[in-house]
C-alpha cells in the first residue's frame, strides 16, 4: 500500500484552500434518482407504430419508459437527481470540489450540462466535465472521478447520468422507439476507508464499427441542414443484431476483467448492476460471466435504455430494495455506442 502524504489543492473559489489526502480510494456515499412523470407503454405505442406489447416484451423485456415534458431538458433531470444525491451522501452543493454528467444528450452542445448544473445547484465555481461515451458515460464517469479523490485533486465529486434520449428517437422507427426513454440518476463519491469503494476499473473502446448505432448529423462532418433534418439523420440509427452481437461478449469480458484486477472471481459476486438494454443481453452475460441470473439486478421493463442514466438508475433502486448491503461485492458494467464499454468491482460502503 502507498504511503498517505498530505496535498494542498488551492480551489477555484477566492482565498479557499482544502487540504487533501493523496493515495485513498472512493466510494459511493449518496445515491439520487428522477424519473420524469410520462409513461408511456408498449401498448400506446402499437397505436403508432406496427408492433405490438407482446413483440417488444419478448424481444427486448421493455413494457413501458419515461419521456420527459416538453418544459424538461437533460440538465433538468440531473438537477433532481442530484439534489436527492446530495441529500442522501449528506453534503451541500458548496462541498463539491467536481463535477461530472455522463450524457449523449446534452441540452446544447455547449456549454456543459455539468457547467449547467454547477450555477443551478450552486456550487462553487469547481472543475465541470461532460463524458460523451454513449451509454458507458456513467462508468466512465465514475472513473474520473476516483482518479480526481485518489489523486487528491478532490474530496467530494458528484457523477450524474443523465438522459432525455426521447429527443433524439425517430417514433416512426419501430426499431428503434421501442427501446429508449429519459431518466436521470447521479452519486457522490467521497474517500473510502480501506478495503471498500471502488477496487478496480476496466473502460474499454472499439471505433471500428462505427455505423452499427450512431447519430451521424449535427457534428462538424455533417453541420445541421434542411437536408439532414429531411432525412431523419439526427435521430439515433442502429443495426440491433450487430450491436446485440458484440454486447453480449464485451459486457462479460469487462466485468470479468475488473473482477480479475481486483483479484475476485465470479463467486466472490454479490451482485451486478447491468447496462438495461435489453433483458436478452443480461441473460446471456449472465450466463458467460458465470454468476447467477438471481444476482443481477433489473428494471428494464420500467424505462427500457436510458443510456448513461442506465447505471445510476439500477444502482439507486436495487439499493433502495435492499439487495445492496454495507460490505458487499459487486459489479458495475456497461455497453454503448461507439462501440465503448466499462465496468467497475465495489465493495459496498465505507464512505469516510
Known amino acids: 500500500m502507498r504511503p498517505r502524504r498530505t496535498a494542498v489543492l488551492v480551489d477555484s473559489a477566492p482565498r479557499r484552500v482544502v487540504p487533501r ?29 406496427d408492433t405490438t406489447d407482446e413483440w417488444i416484451q419478448r424481444r427486448t423485456g421493455v413494457r413501458e419508459r419515461r419521456i420527459a415534458a416538453a418544459s424538461e431538458a437533460t440538465s433538468d433531470l440531473a438537477y433532481k437527481a442530484a439534489r436527492e444525491s446530495l441529500r ?79 429527443r433524439i428517437t425517430n417514433w416512426r422507427d419501430r426499431t428503434t422507439c421501442i427501446l429508449f426513454g429519459d431518466c436521470a440518476g447521479a452519486a457522490v463519491l467521497r474517500p473510502a476507508r480501506p478495503g471498500h469503494g471502488f477496487l478496480s476499473f476496466c473502460l474499454g473502446g472499439d471505433g471500428s464499427a462505427e455505423e452499427a448505432m450512431c447519430l451521424t448529423a449535427g457534428g462538424s462532418r455533417r453541420p445541421a441542414s434542411f437536408e439532414t433534418v429531411e432525412r431523419g439523420e439526427h435521430y439515433i440509427s442502429m443495426k440491433g443484431p450487430d450491436v446485440y452481437q458484440y454486447a ?19 463467486a466472490d459476486v454479490d451482485f451486478v448492476i447491468p447496462h438495461q438494454a ?25 424505462y427500457g435504455n436510458t443510456s448513461a442514466a442506465s447505471v445510476p438508475v439500477a444502482l439507486y433502486e436495487a ?12 459489479v458495475l458494467v456497461t455497453f454503448g455506442a461507439g462501440y465503448t464499454w466499462g465496468a467497475c468491482a465495489i465493495r459496498w460502503g465505507g464512505a469516510c
Open 21 to 49: 489526502t493523496i493515495g485513498v480510494g472512493s466510494t459511493i456515499a449518496g445515491l439520487g434518482c428522477y424519473l420524469p412523470e410520462r409513461v408511456l407503454t408498449n401498448v400506446e405505442l402499437a397505436k403508432t407504430v
Open 248 to 266: 453480449v461478449r464485451a459486457i462479460p469480458a469487462a466485468a470479468a476483467e475488473a473482477l480479475r484486477r481486483a483479484e475476485l472471481g465470479p
Open 319 to 330: 439499493v433502495q430494495a435492499g439487495r445492496i448491503e454495507e460490505g458487499r461485492v459487486g
Open 88 to 166: 442522501a451522501a449528506g453534503v451541500a452543493a458548496t462541498d463539491l470540489d467536481f463535477i461530472v454528467v455522463g450524457t449523449t444528450t446534452p441540452d446544447m452542445v455547449f456549454p456543459s450540462v455539468a457547467c449547467l448544473l454547477q450555477k443551478r445547484l450552486g456550487a462553487r465555481p469547481v472543475g465541470c466535465l461532460d463524458v460523451s461515451a454513449a451509454c458507458s458515460s456513467f462508468v466512465y464517469g465514475l472513473s474520473v472521478a476516483h482518479g480526481a479523490i485518489a489523486s487528491g485533486q478532490a474530496e467530494t465529486v458528484l457523477v450524474v447520468g443523465a438522459e432525455t434520449l426521447s
Open 278 to 302: 435489453n433483458i436478452r443481453i443480461i441473460q446471456s452475460s449472465a450466463r458467460r460471466l458465470r454468476v447467477p441470473l438471481s444476482k443481477f439486478f433489473i428494471n428494464v421493463q420500467r
